[in-house]
């Protein structure tokens, strides 16, 4: 019991300091790519595929950034086969 009220007062003070350290946003989205159109997403989605299909280097970096993690061999194949589904070489 003396161990435990000692830890839960320094838990609750913590918190608190916390809770008055964290900053307040003054705007909803303070980054000004949150702010993209839905016509911008569009291109910048067909711009990435266009690169997938026509540069083999940047389709490369891509598997590797989005497949390299995947230790399980099977996950990794099914994560390299997927960039062939949808923008085939």
């Known amino acids: ?3 435990i009220i000692p830890t839960l007062v320094g838990l609750v003070a ?4 916390s809770i008055q350290a964290a900053p307040v946003p003054n705007k909803a989205y ?16 067909q711009a ?3 690169l997938l ?5 940047f389709r490369n970096s891509r598997v590797r950034k989005e497949c390299g993690p995947i230790k399980d061999p099977a996950l990794r194949n099914d994560c390299v ?7 085939p070489r």
């Open 14 to 17: 913590l918190a608190a300091t």
């Open 48 to 50: 990435y595929d266009h």
């Open 81 to 87: 086969g997927s960039f062939g589904v949808y923008e």
């Open 1 to 3: 019991m003396r161990v």
């Open 53 to 57: 299909t026509t540069n083999a280097a």
């Open 30 to 45: 303070p980054h000004g790519k949150w702010h993209e159109t839905p016509a911008q997403n569009v291109r910048k989605s």
